[in-house]
């Protein structure tokens, strides 16, 4: 069965502090994303990883996914309360289908 | 303004009654797909569709139904809603797969409510 299992599920921290989510996948997939949501309201678009070993890197925000651990990480740098929202990975099962499976999500919580 | 528009944003009906959710693109985009978001669970794909006339059903397909007659508009069909169908509803477009794959695109959402 398709895993996309993502730890923690829930994550509090102080301002200033770094932390790393978890994306691991049970299938064979090049493609990865990584989405954000603030509390009702759509998913936005932060990363798309297409190869392995591939990183990008965005603000205080920083992905890297590594394909044959079939893992992506997503690590945060002394984290502001901006950055309090649920993040979503997103594994492509079907090469060029476009066939998506979710991770559960970690909702992230920046306290002062 | 690039946008995916869904269409209601809110919705409460009765077992049994159909219902239509709307979605339109103005990106020009080929492929497009509906989700549902319940907690716990992250999103989970109903159906997707690479262009016109052509659709496939994702991870969870049952008791839902699409139709892709025009490139802009893809439109989630309940037949016959249940309780368990009560949930929050995205619906994505991209612009195509294979090397011109860029990140979907999502609508408001639509919350669903099946008394």
């Known amino acids: 069965e398709l895993k996309v299992e993502q730890n923690p599920l829930f994550l509090s921290m102080q301002e200033g502090k770094n932390y790393t989510i978890y994306c691991n996948y049970s299938?064979?997939?090049?493609?990865l994303y990584w989405y954000r949501q603030d509390p009702g309201k759509s998913l936005e678009s932060l990363f798309v990883l297409l190869s392995n070993g591939a990183v990008k890197q965005e603000g205080r925000l920083m992905a890297s996914l590594d394909t044959k651990a079939r893992l992506s990480t997503l690590h945060i740098t002394a984290a502001v309360h901006d950055l309090s929202a649920t993040y979503f990975c997103?594994?492509?099962?079907?090469?060029?289908?476009?066939?998506?499976?979710f991770g559960a999500g970690t909702r992230l919580t920046v306290k002062p | 303004e690039a946008q995916v528009t869904q269409n209601p944003r809110y919705l409460i009906t009765v077992t049994g009654k159909k219902l239509t959710v709307t979605c339109s693109q103005n990106m020009n985009h080929e492929y497009m797909s509906w989700y549902r978001q319940d907690p716990g669970l992250g999103l989970r794909q109903i159906y997707y569709?690479?262009?016109?006339?052509?659709?496939d059903k994702g991870d969870v397909p049952e008791g839902y139904k699409v139709s892709r007659k025009e490139k802009r508009n893809f439109p989630l069909i309940l037949e016959s809603p249940s309780p368990n169908q009560t949930s929050l509803y995205f619906c994505a477009s991209s612009l195509g797969a294979g090397e011109l794959y860029q990140p979907q695109h999502f609508g408001d959402g639509t919350r669903l409510s099946i008394l």
């Open positions: 997103a594994v492509d099962i079907r090469r060029n289908n476009n066939d998506m499976r």
């Open positions: 569709s690479m262009n016109v006339e052509v659709t």
């Open positions: 299938t064979t997939s090049d493609r």
